[in-house]
């Protein structure tokens, strides 16, 4: 049902549309892709379907529209589509210009590529930064930053070696080689595909894998790059030369940080926070894994932009990877650090 007077002379939706958007803060980046994808569904309906306006489409045109993406397109893009054109028609309904949505339906049938769990507990980033605000050893606050930062999964966290981190940090009274893959990318990541439990990388074996099917690079934002500087200042020396990130500051002192220790780590404070109990199951419980979640939820909502969730993730989408490693610098980074929630209860 509209929730506003209808606009009077909307001769073009589209253009009404972006400009709404680009009030409400939208990158130009952003609003670009918006109107690709919003004017070749345009012409579709009116080549395909002698549709003479956008108001007049219907569930009909907008499925057919789906369909002629599949073949030319991976699921994850035409979700991306299939998401802008949803958006679009929500919007114009919701401000009185269309009398409907017919994509609303097409979204409910369309089967989603990345991860989703409607029963999931739902964690609002207002209260996820109380939670990350509660923690105070700068290993855990790291550890959890980095898990919601960039939506790496437990495994890839733990395989993490110094030379998978590019950062300027001349504070700091050591030193190390970043990998030839972040040579003019700052202030990021590197998550590889080479570690499987029980192989060898960077001269030791791995107890846990790496399931992602790309290598990827994700970017820090300054939040998560002053948690890492923190963690750092204090990081004992590790017993491994292969120089793990994450090393244990307990019984294991100096040992490379495990799946399960992590999983302690965030039951630890999930169970203080009430967001664990045991026998609650993933729908209650909040997990590391949780935290890939609730980075694919929100960045997705963010950026509009399925496509750079799904670079970020790792997962395989062959036109995605081409378009966001050749333009990494630029197109991802930019998004992402548009985009990322910040973790902070209070300015600073």
Same mark, same amino acid.
Do not use: F
């Given at each position: 049902m509209a929730t506003e007077t209808t606009p009077q002379n909307v001769d073009d939706p589209i253009g009404y549309f972006l400009e709404d958007q680009r009030y409400h803060g939208k990158s130009e980046r952003t609003l670009e892709a918006y109107e690709r994808v919003l004017r070749a569904f345009e012409s579709f309906a009116r080549e395909e379907f002698a549709v003479d306006s956008l108001e007049g489409s219907s569930r009909r045109e907008c499925m057919a529209w789906v369909h002629s993406l599949r073949g030319e397109y991976e699921p994850s893009t035409i979700a991306t589509y299939a998401s802008y054109l949803n958006r679009f028609f929500d919007y114009m309904n919701r401000v009185g210009v269309f009398e409907s949505n017919p994509m609303a339906l097409v979204m *409910?049938?369309?089967?989603e590529s990345i991860d989703s769990n409607p029963t999931r507990r739902d964690v609002s980033i207002t209260e996820m930064r109380s939670f990350v605000g509660a923690?105070?050893?700068?290993?855990?606050r790291a550890v959890v930053l980095t898990l919601l930062k960039t939506g790496i999964r437990v495994g890839e966290l733990c395989n993490l070696d110094l030379r998978d981190l590019h950062l300027a940090v001349d504070e700091l009274t050591f030193e190390w080689d970043a990998r030839t893959e972040l040579d003019r990318r700052p202030s990021s990541i590197f998550v590889s595909s080479e570690p499987t439990r029980g192989t060898t990388v960077n001269g030791e074996n791995r107890t846990a894998s790496n399931k992602r099917k790309r290598d990827t690079v994700v970017p820090?934002?300054? *939040?998560?790059?002053r948690a890492l500087v923190e963690w750092l200042a204090i990081r004992p020396d590790s017993i491994s030369s292969a120089r793990p990130l994450f090393v244990d500051t307990q019984t294991s002192w100096g040992h490379r940080l495990t799946t399960a220790d992590v999983r302690y780590i965030v039951e630890k404070h999930a169970r203080e926070f009430g967001w664990y109990r045991t026998g609650g199951g993933t729908t209650e419980n909040v997990t590391p894994h949780y935290f890939r979640h609730f980075f694919t939820t929100h960045l997705r909502d963010r950026t509009g932009d399925r496509g750079v969730v799904q670079y970020l993730r790792g997962d395989v989408a062959s036109d995605v990877i081409d378009t966001y490693t050749h333009d990494w610098g630029d197109r991802v980074r930019e998004t992402y650090l548009e985009s990322i929630y910040s973790m902070r209860t209070r300015q600073s």
């Open positions: *409910e049938e369309l089967s923690i105070g050893h700068p290993l855990e820090v934002d300054n *939040e998560l790059d």
